[in-house]
């Protein structure tokens, strides 16, 4: 069988500070320069050279407050705070851009189906069919008191919502408008048939939308779906309504019995293997040799914020890291939110105790995903390991912008490339075909967003 | 005294047809090509070339459904319907100019305004200070029930809400961060210093938001704020928030005496006469010739599509024009709307009849404005009697695009400059400096906006 390319992702966020905290100081560091255009222009352009399939825009709508109770040291680091608006980023870098697809998050918590539905539509018309979409539920108490909540719903219903979320785009954006709605006839002064464009009526628990959507049917209609379900809810969630899964783990065994169980769960849905692609988040840093790579890794680490890195991970787990003594290890720490979390690289090396100061050091040079360190031949060879056990492709995060991505684009897609591992030019179509082929400009069945579909 | 140059705006929407009901059809418009992003960035290159203020973009959320009670005309004409999202496009157009300004229209009805004041701060530091915000409270039925209403709140709680709207909005924009709150301090690795980052504690009738703003002060904070209230309600909210003024009106003496009316008000908020611009909504139609000019016109005039005519005034009145007879004089119609849409119109002429059929080719080739055309000096003497009455500029629409905005800046724009009415080159600075004037990047007192800034 022939092995398919691996696909590339870069994962970035509009702010300072993304999962690198501590590293906005590095003399070569271009995010204190968030707010120019021209920093996001370059980015797309760049990874549009390197043949990278997508840039992927992470976000938030809250603070991460949960260290020491305040958003203090956050504020201090840039630690996602300042966060800007992703969308709006995207027509000037589609402009500058042909083939490079598009995939931002947003909350089914923070905006309305009706007015947001359109608002992909716009873009995917835009960018001539390059956009994702990442369906979040959102996972900070602060951001759900910024609209109106007394607090984020709990978990298993802020999935309900995302359910009903996601059934009233796919009206609007696969029922609404038939195929051939849209004559175009100017002859004969006919823009559309209004008898093939149809009112969704969508009464449910929590939303209720009558009329039809405002665009016309966009070349993706539904933008290519991203979501990074860890729960057993979010798993279900994902197998269902995923053609990008976002996920991650300390060793390809962990990862590889998550992909698995993730498709088995798929199949039950009836969705092929090749309906799913699965994206591993994790960052790479290389050099012409070893110890340049690992010098660079070293230097990176010793920039790492140690607050900042806390700030992140207490509001990623819910659990303020300041009331535990640093270097104290963490086997009393028991929550759901730490075994999420770390369960899986705590399973894969037993006899560590991990320390807060620990975990501090993983989530500053890592994220929260593992590091990969060495010369372009070696991370082939790591990447792989991956990909042997049934991962697609790579969210790659930063530790510095652009360097690490002008790194493996110089460095690591040249081997690739030769492998017979990456594309060396982009195939034609829409952000969905070209990752799943010809012809999947739209989504197929059994995708729960075609049964909405009329037939033309 | 020195009179001061006279400003324009470019009047659009992100859709096929604005104003100009069957002119889509016409060989030389390019709307048909709305969903392509290059007719946005050349109409923005035009514009700056032709040292055009700003774009200003409409919007609505619903579908016009009065005329006949369905939406089937406006979909058949393509009447604001597809209306795509005007936000997503601005960073491309942004980026291919330096000085256009970009003002979009957001219902207060359809987003929260925690994400939305996010948006508009992430847009005006990627443009640099560039962005407006037409505050507008909707008016068509459709659109509330798309974002789960029963119907549209009554005219005057609409005024209410955004009220408080706009306070959450000022709130997150010029209280939220101090001017000196960002440090990005590199060598000493702080980026903000946290005390200076306030949460805004909005506890109020329509909207409650409790964190602070996750976007730090952008180059204007407020955006220039545009409003178009015609109604005596519509207009105190004006006169409180507006900055500009968007009116129309059939003679200059009518639109005077609004103008006067809406200063009068904004004065005894204590705002300065310097404080407001307004600009007059009415398209011009310009040849080398009178015979050119007027020629144009009949060709247009003849290409109107009456159907689609009232379908948007139907809309725009609440009343079905379908139900009158076509040529039935409308003495007979008095209901509150079509009184506030054309009073004013029917008291320029009282001894004028007008008809259902008059209404529609008045809508149909102006959109609800006056129409203007002759010879570039011709039209400098009609636009200046707009002028000499208290206008401050212009809102100009379109018959055709590009054509009547190359139209007018390649034939009008030239004898504008040379007679020192129209800018030759532009000021450096924010749109609000550009409109207002040197070192008002920001809102002055006594706007309500500065109430809640902080002293740095």
Same mark, same amino acid.
């Given at each position: 069988?022939?092995?398919?390319?691996?696909?590339?992702?870069?994962?970035?966020?509009?702010?300072?500070?993304h999962?690198?905290?501590?590293?906005?100081v590095?003399?070569?560091?271009?995010?204190?320069?968030? *707010?120019?255009? @021209?920093?996001?222009?370059?980015?797309a352009?760049?990874?549009?050279?390197?043949?990278?399939?997508?840039?992927f825009?992470? +976000?938030?709508?809250?603070v991460?407050?949960?260290?020491?109770?305040?958003?203090?040291?956050?504020?201090?680091?840039?630690?996602?705070?300042?966060?800007n +608006?992703?969308?709006?980023l995207?027509?000037?870098?589609?402009?500058?851009t042909?083939?490079?697809?598009f995939?931002?998050? !947003? !909350?089914?918590?923070?905006?309305?189906?009706?007015?947001?539905?359109?608002?992909?539509?716009?873009l995917?018309?835009l960018?001539?069919?390059?956009?994702?979409?990442?369906?979040?539920t959102?996972y900070?108490? !602060?951001?759900?008191?910024?609209v109106?909540? !007394?607090g984020?719903?709990?978990?298993?219903?802020?999935? $309900?919502?995302?359910?009903?979320?996601?059934?009233?785009?796919?009206?609007?954006?696969?029922?609404?408008?038939?195929?051939?709605?849209v004559?175009?006839?100017?002859?004969?002064?006919?823009?559309?048939?209004p008898?093939?464009?149809?009112?969704?009526r969508?009464?449910?628990?929590?939303f209720?939308?009558?009329?039809?959507?405002?665009?016309?049917?966009?070349?993706?209609r539904?933008?290519v779906?991203?979501?990074?379900?860890?729960s057993?809810r979010?798993?279900?969630?994902?197998?269902?309504?995923?053609?990008?899964?976002?996920?991650t783990?300390?060793?390809?065994?962990?990862?590889?019995?998550?992909v698995?169980?993730?498709?088995?769960?798929?199949?039950?849905? @009836?969705?092929?293997?090749?309906?799913?692609?699965f994206?591993?988040?994790?960052?790479?840093? *290389?050099?012409?040799t070893?110890?340049a790579?690992?010098?660079?890794?070293?230097?990176?680490?010793?920039?790492?914020?140690?607050?900042?890195?806390?700030?992140?991970?207490?509001g990623?787990?819910?659990?303020?890291?300041?009331?535990?003594d640093?270097?104290?290890?963490?086997?009393?720490?028991?929550t759901?939110?730490?075994?999420?979390?770390?369960?899986s690289f705590?399973?894969?090396?037993?006899?560590?105790?991990?320390?807060?100061?620990?975990?501090?050091?993983?989530?500053?040079?890592?994220?929260?995903?593992p590091?990969?360190?060495g010369?372009?031949?070696?991370l082939?060879g790591?990447?792989?390991?991956w990909?042997?056990?049934?991962?697609?492709?790579?969210n790659? $995060?930063?530790?510095?912008?652009p360097g690490?991505?002008?790194?493996?684009i110089?460095?690591?897609?040249?081997?690739?490339?030769?492998?017979?591992?990456?594309?060396h030019?982009?195939?034609?179509g829409?952000?969905?075909?070209k990752?799943?082929?010809?012809?999947?400009?739209?989504?197929?069945?059994?995708?729960?967003?075609v049964?909405?579909?009329?037939?033309?």
């Amino acid at each position: 069988m022939q092995r398919r390319r691996i696909f590339f992702n870069a994962f970035h966020m509009n702010c300072v500070v993304h999962q690198s905290p501590g590293l906005w100081v590095h003399p070569a560091d271009q995010m204190h320069r968030y *707010t120019d255009l @021209g920093v996001w222009v370059e980015l797309a352009k760049l990874l549009e050279r390197g043949k990278f399939d997508g840039l992927f825009l992470a +976000d938030v709508l809250g603070v991460y407050d949960v260290y020491r109770n305040t958003r203090e040291v956050a504020v201090t680091q840039a630690a996602q705070i300042p966060a800007n +608006d992703p969308m709006v980023l995207v027509s000037a870098m589609a402009y500058a851009t042909e083939h490079l697809g598009f995939a931002f998050t !947003s !909350s089914v918590l923070h905006s309305h189906p009706f007015p947001f539905a359109r608002q992909i539509s716009t873009l995917d018309h835009l960018t001539k069919g390059r956009i994702g979409w990442n369906v979040v539920t959102s996972y900070l108490e !602060s951001g759900a008191r910024n609209v109106g909540k !007394s607090g984020l719903p709990p978990h298993d219903e802020r999935y $309900a919502i995302a359910d009903e979320y996601l059934d009233v785009c796919y009206k609007l954006w696969e029922s609404s408008w038939e195929d051939d709605a849209v004559v175009k006839d100017r002859r004969r002064g006919i823009y559309a048939d209004p008898t093939k464009v149809h009112e969704v009526r969508h009464e449910g628990r929590y939303f209720n939308v009558q009329g039809c959507h405002l665009a016309e049917p966009s070349p993706q209609r539904t933008p290519v779906l991203y979501q990074a379900g860890a729960s057993p809810r979010g798993q279900q969630f994902a197998a269902r309504h995923a053609e990008c899964v976002f996920l991650t783990g300390p060793t390809p065994q962990v990862v590889g019995h998550l992909v698995k169980e993730t498709r088995a769960c798929a199949d039950q849905y @009836g969705r092929a293997p090749d309906d799913l692609l699965f994206f591993m988040y994790l960052k790479v840093i *290389t050099g012409d040799t070893e110890t340049a790579a690992q010098r660079k890794y070293d230097e990176f680490l010793e920039q790492v914020n140690y607050d900042g890195a806390l700030a992140l991970l207490s509001g990623w787990s819910g659990i303020d890291f300041s009331q535990l003594d640093p270097d104290q290890p963490l086997e009393y720490v028991e929550t759901n939110a730490v075994r999420t979390l770390f369960q899986s690289f705590a399973q894969a090396d037993p006899n560590r105790r991990w320390t807060t100061r620990d975990l501090a050091r993983f989530v500053g040079i890592g994220g929260g995903g593992p590091v990969l360190v060495g010369t372009p031949e070696q991370l082939v060879g790591m990447l792989m390991e991956w990909i042997n056990v049934g991962v697609d492709g790579f969210n790659l $995060a930063y530790a510095i912008t652009p360097g690490t991505f002008t790194d493996f684009i110089d460095g690591v897609v040249p081997v690739l490339q030769q492998r017979g591992l990456m594309q060396h030019e982009y195939n034609e179509g829409t952000f969905r075909e070209k990752l799943f082929g010809q012809g999947r400009a739209r989504l197929q069945k059994p995708h729960p967003a075609v049964r909405y579909r009329r037939s033309a």
